[in-house]
T-cell receptor
Framework: DTGVSQDPRHKITKRGQNVTFRCDPI?????LYWYRQTLGQGPEFLTY????????KSRLLSDRFSAERPKGSFSTLEIQRTEQGDSAMYLC???????????FGSGTRLTVV | RKEVEQDPGPFNVPEGATVAFNCTYS??????FFWYRQDCRKEPKLLMS???SGNEDGRFTAQLNRASQYISLLIRDSKLSDSATYLC????????????FGTGTQLKVEL
């Protein structure tokens, strides 16, 4: 499969727990993006990597959120001390050149109970 | 004001109808424009890029008006399988290469 892979597909966690999601981009893509989407809304930008460098972070990315992309390959998004408001679909996307659009993974659906 | 604005719909149309979606964007320096399609509980998928000269892909036609900061998508001879949410997407200059998505317009094609 040469698409963008995300793991897990679904995650249910109790409030206050930490969760980590993984994204494997298309291998030749050097740009990787994380977005969050809630019901009835479009995806909202969280952060962006070019190779291993995190070049931009949204104001939405509070101190409880951290993302890494070691060695410029896969990326992880960690949420510490989860809150119910963190419940959403977390989407990863990758691209070679942004002006040609992104390819999204299937997303990780997080439910905080 | 949101960077990308769309009418959320839903647009309920009969099969075979022509339907048009509109979108406006606020950043006049925006450089690239797209329409994405998103099925229920699935990831967004690139439908087509939008160029100033207008472009067509089968039953789908996209137009860009830079002066009015307006993007449109026309679907002709709509099919049941066209039922989805259509997201207007803009890549803004100086935006760090990120894409900004509208809230999406929901289309329901009915028999």
């Amino acid at each position: 499969d040469t698409g963008v892979s995300q793991d897990p597909r679904h995650k249910i966690t109790k409030r206050g727990q930490n969760v980590t999601f993984r994204c494997d981009p298309i291998s030749e893509h050097n740009r990787l993006y994380w977005y969050r989407q809630t019901l009835g809304q479009g995806p909202e930008f969280l952060t962006y990597f070019q190779n291993e460098a995190q070049l931009e972070k949204s104001r939405l990315l509070s101190d409880r959120f951290s993302a890494e992309r070691p060695k410029g390959s896969f990326s992880t998004l960690e949420i510490q001390r989860t809150e119910q408001g963190d419940s959403a679909m977390y989407l990863c996307a990758s691209s070679l050149v942004a002006r040609y659009g992104y390819t999204f993974g299937s997303g990780t659906r997080l439910t905080v109970v | 004001r949101k960077e990308v604005e769309q009418d959320p719909g839903p647009f309920n149309v009969p099969e075979g109808a022509t339907v048009a979606f509109n979108c406006t964007y606020s950043n006049s320096a925006s450089q690239s424009f797209f329409w994405y399609r998103q099925d229920c509980r699935k990831e967004p998928k690139l439908l087509m890029s939008v160029y100033s000269s207008g472009n067509e892909d089968g039953r789908f036609t996209a137009q860009l008006n830079r002066a009015s900061q307006y993007i449109s998508l026309l679907i002709r001879d709509s099919k049941l399988s066209d039922s989805a949410t259509y997201l207007c997407v803009v890549n803004s200059a100086g935006g760090g290469n990120k894409l900004t998505f509208g809230t999406g317009t929901q289309l329901k094609v009915e028999l």
